[in-house]
């Protein structure tokens, strides 16, 4: 039995390569050849709703969806699995910003807590050959101010 939450946007397989709307947001996915990359775009030249991952580690199709209750995550640089909510606490991300995170996840897992951390599963490493390029932004067309 599945457990849904009428406040929980249900998750939305990402269009790779291509543009995914979700929740007030515009979600960009590219593949690029990693040779294309320099090592400071992928580790840092980047804002925080841009993000590189190896497209041959993470496992297709990729969803963007909010958090769930039991969801755990394998921050980058840490030893193992966490539950999101001590992940959270301990990268001391406030209430108000918790409720602004997107999750996208593969088959198995989290890959990445936006703007937060990536997974140390789907990080780029000198193996990869292929990159995962996503980019979040607020999805202007649905926002109507003057």
């Known amino acids: 039995i599945?457990?849904?939450?009428?406040?929980?946007?249900?998750?939305?397989?990402?269009?790779?390569p291509g543009q995914t709307q979700f929740a007030g947001w515009r979600i960009e996915a590219s593949i690029l050849d990693r040779e294309t990359l320099s090592a400071g775009q992928i580790k840092g030249d980047k804002s925080l709703f841009c993000e590189y991952l190896d497209f041959d580690r993470v496992?297709?199709?990729?969803?963007?969806?909010?958090r769930r209750a039991a969801d755990r995550f394998w921050p980058l640089g840490l030893a193992g699995e966490k539950k999101l909510g001590k992940f959270l606490t301990a990268a001391k991300v406030s209430r108000e910003m918790r409720a602004n995170i997107l999750f996208f996840a593969d088959r198995e897992k989290i890959v990445w807590v936006?703007?937060?951390r990536i997974a140390e599963t789907a990080k780029v490493t000198e193996q990869t050959q292929r990159v995962l390029m996503l980019e979040v932004?607020?999805?202007?067309?649905?926002c109507h101010t003057s």
């Open 137 to 142: 932004m607020r999805d202007d067309s649905e």
């Open 59 to 66: 496992r297709q199709p990729v969803v963007v969806r909010s």
């Open 114 to 116: 936006c703007p937060v």
């Open 2 to 16: 599945t457990e849904s939450r009428s406040h929980d946007a249900e998750a939305v397989p990402l269009r790779v």
